[in-house]
């Protein structure tokens, strides 16, 4: 693990709640050659089903390699969100050999007992996997038993710093929650459009770090109080949206409440676009959490020895590098920092630095009676009651 981490202290468990996003035009196209690779039946060692975020595809250069080496039929399903992915391996029959849960689902999915036990002889790239990181992981997975960390990031705001400064002022501070808490702040954004994350579970957490207040609080009377102050700035939220990228590259919205690693695709959509925009990925100081997405093999998987390759293969250096240099978010692999493009090593989005990262919370699995209140308060704000 880079600095930024093993600069800070011990935390509670981490979740994401993840996007519902569309299949991307890249990812259909990389899918496209992956599949015409992959399918040798003359060397086929069998199918590999894959359920996967779409925005978190490695690229065609990585699966190409793989389906060469082992002549597999690999099959992809895109992962729209973890409730989906939890009731497939709830029934027993998920039909996927690797799936990719997030940090907020997989340790009451591991005590369900859906996930085969992990033989770590298999995965012989282990040696490449970040010690720190899997100390701090193992609070949602005791032992590191049950999943493989794949990457991680953090909860901020994605900006488009030149509107932001025209509805704003040239001065206007630009480091805090008030940019999308404050109804006078976000107010004057309104003009050039808000979007708010479609996901409760990471809006509220958030809310109540903004508030001062226990980001993991279990406390039923903090979320009524996070949920006044996000009344106040309905009237101006143009959006609710999981899937923003397009909507911030084109300039149809100035803010977004963002993940991470999103903010390096959405320069380069912009850049494909011919925007001229400046965008800034903004992790506010002790009010930003911190999530992961594991790699796991459900119980029912038919392919077990390919999911192990699979996996094996996802902890190559060099393959690692791949996959930050192709979605903008960093692994657990932290030798394949020497690979990566110097403009992601550098940008604090991506890698956040370690006086940055002392500040971040972990984000702790949310109690099923604190998650059935927000989500029924979501649904009241959202409506605009």
């Not at 900006?159 to 702040?185: I, M, Q, S, Y």
Request: aromatic share 10%.
């Amino acid at each position: 693990m880079d600095d930024a981490f093993t600069a800070r202290g011990p935390g509670g468990g981490a979740r994401r709640a993840h996007r519902a996003a569309p299949i991307a035009r890249r990812l259909a196209a990389a899918l496209g050659i992956a599949l015409v690779l992959a399918g040798n039946p003359a060397r086929a060692q069998g199918d590999l089903n894959i359920l996967i975020w779409s925005d978190y595809f490695i690229g065609p250069k990585a699966v190409a390699e793989f389906g060469k080496a082992e002549a597999m039929n690999i099959k992809y399903g895109i992962l729209d969100s973890d409730d989906t992915l939890q009731a497939k391996l709830l029934s027993g029959h998920s039909g996927y050999d690797v799936v990719y849960p997030s940090s907020a689902y997989i340790s009451k999915q591991i005590e369900a007992g859906v996930y085969q036990a992990l033989d770590w002889s298999r995965i012989p790239n282990r040696v490449n996997l970040d010690p720190e990181l899997m100390k701090k992981i193992a609070s949602q997975d005791p032992g590191n038993r049950f999943g493989v960390p794949y990457v991680w990031g953090t909860d901020g705001m994605a900006l488009n710093v030149t509107r932001v400064r025209e509805a704003l002022g040239k001065d206007a501070p630009l480091d805090g929650w008030d940019l999308l808490f404050n109804p006078a702040t976000v107010a004057k954004l309104h003009k050039c459009g808000v979007s708010m994350l479609d996901q409760a579970s990471d809006v509220f957490p958030h809310v109540l770090a903004y508030m001062g207040r226990n980001p993991n609080s279990r406390n039923p009377q903090d979320y009524q109080d996070a949920y006044e102050v996000l009344r106040k700035v309905r009237p101006y939220i143009d959006q609710f949206s999981s899937t923003y990228l397009n909507d911030m590259a084109g300039g149809d919205m100035c803010i977004a409440m963002a993940w991470s690693g999103d903010v390096g695709m959405i320069r380069r959509r912009a850049r494909q676009a011919g925007q001229n925009f400046e965008i800034r990925y903004i992790a506010p100081k002790g009010q930003s959490g911190l999530w992961f997405t594991f790699m796991g093999i459900p119980k029912d998987a038919a392919n077990k020895d390919n999911a192990y390759r699979w996996i094996n293969h996802m902890l190559d250096v060099k393959v690692a590098a791949d996959i930050t240099n192709a979605i903008t978010y960093p692994t657990a692999v932290p030798e394949s920092r020497r690979f990566i493009r110097p403009e992601l090593t550098a940008d604090p989005a991506v890698f956040p630095s370690a006086e940055d990262a002392r500040g971040f919370f972990m984000m702790a699995e949310i109690d099923p009676a604190i998650m059935h209140l927000i989500t029924r308060l979501w649904l009241q704000f959202k409506a605009g009651s």
